[in-house]
């Protein structure tokens, strides 16, 4: 069984974001994980090795510090790894990205691809469906249960009301959800185990891609902080008045009644 895990490195969940003087996310100091929701589709695809045999490639797509994120997931149990890493590519969007990563998928035997459904700092969901549709294969989202067994994909994903079971043919794409399994922490021997496997890093020109034509079709106009919290307002007063000031302020300054 050739298994491909697609991997992205965000931001550390915990991570307080600041923007820098060009109003764009300042990266400096800021601890990067693997995508939480890919740490589900690395061990679904360990889960996947361990029963059919065979083996795991991560593909990831970044620049230089993406290595961290791979040797955790080759420290994890993958076999081997693809970094598509290219000072040349502009603004990369969803379209982008798929692309990119199809050519990388295109060069490797692939009989499951696995991802998280979304990451957790552009939460589109987009990336993985877009690959199975430039790789020509079928793909289900979602998925909290998968079976692989007989060239067949069976999954699980929960509908308003109730589950929905899904069968495909191999090869193609599942998306996983967060409940899917537990991921294992890296063991100090998989660590170690992990600077000796195999990290292939390639430019788009290797994948047979010319870097200036690949053009986001979507580009981030601006960023803004959310609005901080404000604090309470203690209400003097009888119950009575207070509630009559209460239902005052709410209508005439927060203007929801």
Same mark, same amino acid.
């Given at each position: 069984m050739?298994? /491909?895990?697609? #991997?992205? @490195?965000?931001?550390?969940? &915990?991570?307080k ?7 764009? +996310?300042?990266?400096? !100091? ?11 589709a +690395? ?5 996947? =090795?361990?029963?059919? !045999?065979?083996? /795991?490639? /991560?593909v990831?797509?970044?620049? %230089?510090?993406? @290595?961290?994120?791979?040797r955790t997931?080759?420290?994890m ?20 990205? $798929? &692309? ?27 990336? $993985? #469906? ?26 699980? *994903? /929960?509908? %308003?009301?109730?589950?929905e079971?899904? &069968? ?22 998989? +660590? ?10 390639? =430019?788009?020109? %290797? ?5 200036s034509d690949?053009?986001?079709q979507? =580009?981030t ?7 901080? *919290? ?7 007063? &009888? ?15 927060? =203007? +929801?009644?």
């Amino acid at each position: 069984m050739n298994i /491909v895990v697609l #991997v992205k @490195q965000t931001f550390d969940t &915990e991570a307080k974001i600041v923007l820098n003087a060009e109003g764009k +996310i300042d990266g400096n !100091g800021v601890n990067l994980v693997i995508n939480p929701l890919d740490e589900y589709a +690395i061990e679904e695809a360990l889960r996947l =090795k361990e029963k059919l !045999g065979g083996d /795991v490639t /991560v593909v990831t797509l970044g620049g %230089d510090r993406a @290595q961290e994120a791979i040797r955790t997931a080759l420290a994890m149990g993958a076999d081997k790894a693809i970094l598509v890493n290219d000072p040349a590519l502009g603004e990369v969007d969803e379209v982008v990205a $798929a &692309e990119i990563l199809a050519a990388a998928v295109k060069t490797l035997p692939c009989d499951i691809l696995l991802a998280g459904v979304m990451d957790t700092d552009n939460g589109s969901a987009q990336v $993985a #469906v877009r690959l199975a549709e430039k790789l020509g294969v079928s793909s289900i989202s979602s998925i909290t249960k998968l079976d692989v067994a007989e060239g067949k994909a069976v999954g699980v *994903r /929960v509908i %308003d009301g109730g589950n929905e079971t899904l &069968e495909v043919s191999l090869p193609t794409v599942v998306t996983v959800v967060q409940g899917i399994n537990e991921p294992r922490y890296p063991s100090v021997a998989g +660590i170690m185990k992990a600077k000796k496997k195999p990290l292939s890093n390639v =430019k788009a020109a %290797d994948l047979g891609l010319n870097a200036s034509d690949l053009v986001a079709q979507m =580009k981030t106009m601006k960023f803004t902080l959310p609005i901080p *919290r404000q604090g309470g307002r203690k209400l003097p007063g &009888e119950a009575a008045e207070a509630a009559h000031e209460l239902a005052r302020l709410l209508r005439e300054e927060a =203007k +929801i009644l």
